[in-house]
């Protein structure tokens, strides 16, 4: 990667003594002023949707989503998207620390961001969705007496300060993918975890020499190629109390600390229709041709993913004028798509499973923006 970056210098001369020629930058002005950044991210929620379609309805991804079978197995469409997710999120969140006035004021503003539409969808998880999924034959409305019963409060109302997904006694047992009210929310509890890499490298310098933050991707996207390629699992996928998987760390923070790159050489990384035709053929190779995409994803669709988000050629910048519903659609779409599955099995197909869940969905992630995270968000900035 840092050869990427003096080979793309910004400066170039058509000949000795001729006047320096400016290339564009990838991130022009003030970065993300002017981006398309919100149609992305609300694009690869749709695109997660759209893979858990498959998912839930079959029980597997296996033989069935397509770029896992175009893939030959590397990874989903889901996954594709969760990864270029935390890239983004590592290049805002940078930009949010070098905007903040100090730790505490960084730590809240994430906090604000992440926990009120997170709290709102768990609970509703555990008290509505979760007891419309105890359906079944004989009770079409489900058992939900049996199950406020069977609810431990301490332990639900654990899951949710832990930010995974919501602890629930039973529920949703007659679907191929049985137990599992919201399994799109385990990523989130890593992403946060995330974001508190931010401070503790400002603690030890790391941005004191911008160098250091390619010299942690490196270790980071070399360990999860080695995850990748040959199943090295220091812990073996046990999980911990509070911290989850470790295992997962390595591919989360290889593309966070991407993203962070991205940001921290904004001023040096150019806009290189070359490099982005070069970047889409690594990527389609690694896809179809070798399986690479551990390898290529994170440095080449990094680099598609931010001149997409940047360019002036095509414009999304009012997308979100009417609310950003990324998070919404995110966290509502799996219980969404169970009860869907549990309720109308015998009258689904994929096609109609990813109309109904989109319309549904985006109904909760309207109410989700507008009456629980951007009145928080407003108090956020009320604060400043």
């Given amino acids: ?64 989503e397509p770029l896992w079978v175009v893939s030959n197995k590397q990874l989903s469409l889901g996954t594709l998207s969760v990864n270029f997710f935390f890239t983004i999120s590592g290049f805002l969140v940078l930009q949010s620390w070098n905007n903040s006035k100090g730790f505490g004021d960084y730590i809240r503003k994430r906090i604000i961001r992440i926990y009120p539409g997170f709290i709102v969808a768990s609970l ?10 105890t359906a079944d034959w004989y009770m079409p ?31 949703l047992k007659y679907v191929p993918i049985p137990e599992a009210i919201n399994g799109s929310l385990w990523t989130i509890r890593y992403e ?21 933050v390619i010299f942690l991707f490196l270790i980071a996207y070399v360990y999860q190629g080695l995850q990748s390629y040959y199943n090295i699992y220091l812990f073996g996928w046990q999980e911990f109390p509070i911290i989850g998987k470790p295992d997962f760390f390595p591919r989360f923070l290889t593309y966070f600390i991407v993203g962070m790159c991205f940001y921290c050489y904004k001023d040096v990384i150019p806009r290189s229709k070359t490099f982005l035709a070069i970047s889409i053929l690594m990527m389609v190779l690694s896809t179809v041709a070798f399986k690479g995409l551990a390898l290529t994803q994170p440095i080449f669709g990094s680099y598609i ?34 009860l869907i599955i549990l309720y109308m099995e015998k009258y689904l ?20 923006w507008h009456y ?3 009145p928080f968000l407003s108090f956020k900035k009320r604060r400043q």
């Avoid at 509703?124 to 999924?133: E, K, N, Q, S």
């Fill in 141 to 171: 409305w489900g058992y939900w007496k049996l199950y406020y019963q069977s609810l431990s409060v301490p332990k639900a109302l654990l899951s949710v300060a832990e930010l995974t997904q919501p602890w629930v006694p039973w529920t």
């Fill in 372 to 374: 629980i995270e951007q």
């Fill in 124 to 133: 509703l998880c555990i008290l509505v969705f979760a007891p419309l999924g």
């Fill in 349 to 368: 197909n994929l096609s109609l499973l990813f109309i109904l869940t989109f319309i549904i969905t985006m109904i909760f992630a309207y109410l989700s």
């Fill in 305 to 338: 993913l931010f001149y997409l988000a940047f360019t002036t050629s095509i414009s999304f910048k009012n997308f979100s004028r009417k609310g950003d519903f990324s998070y919404g659609l995110y966290m509502y779409a799996w219980p969404v798509q169970q």
């Fill in 192 to 212: 946060f975890y995330c974001y508190l890499v931010v401070p503790l490298f400002a603690l030890i310098g790391i941005y004191k020499k911008r160098l250091l």
């Fill in 1 to 64: 990667m840092i050869a990427f970056f003096k080979l793309l210098t910004i400066k170039s001369y058509s000949s000795p003594g001729s006047v320096v020629v400016e290339r564009r930058l990838l991130f022009p002005d003030e970065t993300t002023r002017i981006n398309n950044l919100d149609f992305i991210r609300f694009i690869l929620a749709l695109s997660v949707l759209y893979c858990h379609c498959f998912v839930l309805y079959y029980g597997t991804e296996d033989t069935v």
